[in-house]
């Protein structure tokens, strides 16, 4: 079973892959609660660049996109999008949606 920790010949730990993926649900978890990364690592006993590599390295190549519609003064439309990272593109006209989700993709 690949659910332990396990200490290599140098002494430093190995997760296993099972205890990796609960570890990072829980992390996932108390990061979109609020905590942050710095916290979470705390609570795990691991450091903060440890679980942010581990994060990162397990992202999906395909990033979730959310597209609200603007409604503009003028009554043309205009888009914003937010990516999961927080970041908000506004203003957009349709081809420039479309062409953001392609790169993204």
């Known amino acids: 079973m690949?659910?332990?920790?396990?200490?290599?010949?140098q002494g430093h730990r190995r997760f296993g892959v099972?205890?990796?993926?609960?570890?990072?649900?829980?992390?996932?978890?108390?990061?979109?609660?609020?905590?942050t990364q710095s916290e979470v690592a705390a609570e795990l006993g691991v450091g903060a660049r440890v679980l942010w590599g581990w994060l990162r390295r397990d992202e999906?190549?395909?990033r979730e996109?959310?597209?609200?519609?603007?409604p503009s003064a003028t009554q043309s439309r205009s888009?914003?999008?937010?990516?999961?990272?927080g970041a908000e593109i506004i203003g957009l006209e349709?081809?420039?949606v479309i062409a953001i989700a392609r790169a993204l993709s």
């Open 2 to 9: 690949d659910r332990e920790l396990r200490r290599d010949g």
């Open 18 to 35: 099972e205890l990796r993926a609960d570890v990072l649900s829980f992390a996932r978890a108390r990061i979109s609660s609020g905590a």
């Open 60 to 62: 999906s190549l395909l």
């Open 65 to 70: 996109v959310v597209i609200d519609t603007e």
């Open 79 to 85: 888009f914003r999008i937010t990516l999961r990272s």
């Open 94 to 96: 349709l081809d420039d």
